[in-house]
């Protein structure tokens, strides 16, 4: 029987979820999610739940922050002035912003708060500082 290895072309269908049991994400309705183990395309915990797997397999995993998207970083949350944002942009709480980096590296951040002077963005991953747990079924493997 085929077992998950690195270098595996794999797809799998997950459905994620936070501590409170909210569904953050899942493949059910969609397509498997594909991707190749060791290629450093998934979070860690996720790549290293998959390894050891055979096919038509099922597995539950919780993930700490260190194994997902991280701690929350707190330098990544900043104030940046309205008049800083281009006028046809009317941001609001919630609201995913691109923003470029002095490297000319494009970022996504969120918008945490609104006010007449300025907003306050959130450049780390939605869901930083989250345990994850995934329901994961290996329902691919090609060599």
Same mark, same amino acid.
């Given at each position: $029987?085929?077992?998950?290895?690195?270098?595996?072309?794999?797809? #799998?269908?997950?459905?994620?979820?936070?501590?409170?049991?909210?569904?953050?994400?899942?493949?059910?309705?969609?397509?498997?999610?594909?991707?190749?183990?060791?290629?450093?395309? $998934?979070?860690?915990?996720?790549e290293?739940?998959?390894?050891? $797997?055979?096919?038509?397999?099922?597995?539950? #995993?919780?993930?700490? *922050?260190?194994?997902?998207?991280?701690?929350?970083?707190?330098?990544? #949350?900043?104030?940046?002035?309205?008049?800083q944002? *281009?006028p046809?942009?009317?941001?609001?709480?919630?609201?995913?912003?691109?923003?470029? $980096? *002095?490297?000319?590296?494009?970022?996504?951040?969120?918008?945490?708060?609104?006010?007449?002077?300025?907003?306050?963005?959130?450049?780390?991953?939605?869901?930083?500082?989250?345990?994850?747990?995934?329901?994961?079924?290996?329902?691919?493997?090609?060599?």
């Amino acid at each position: $029987m085929e077992i998950v290895k690195d270098e595996n072309n794999v797809q #799998v269908h997950y459905t994620g979820t936070l501590d409170s049991g909210e569904v953050f994400d899942t493949s059910r309705e969609r397509e498997p999610l594909a991707f190749t183990v060791g290629a450093g395309q $998934m979070i860690p915990g996720f790549e290293k739940a998959v390894r050891g $797997m055979k096919l038509n397999e099922t597995k539950k #995993v919780t993930l700490d *922050p260190d194994d997902a998207y991280g701690e929350v970083i707190p330098e990544m #949350v900043q104030k940046v002035p309205l008049t800083q944002l *281009p006028p046809e942009i009317k941001p609001h709480v919630g609201q995913q912003l691109s923003s470029q $980096m *002095p490297d000319g590296r494009q970022i996504v951040v969120t918008v945490k708060e609104v006010n007449e002077e300025d907003i306050v963005i959130d450049a780390n991953h939605p869901l930083a500082g989250e345990r994850l747990t995934f329901e994961i079924e290996v329902v691919g493997i090609d060599a």
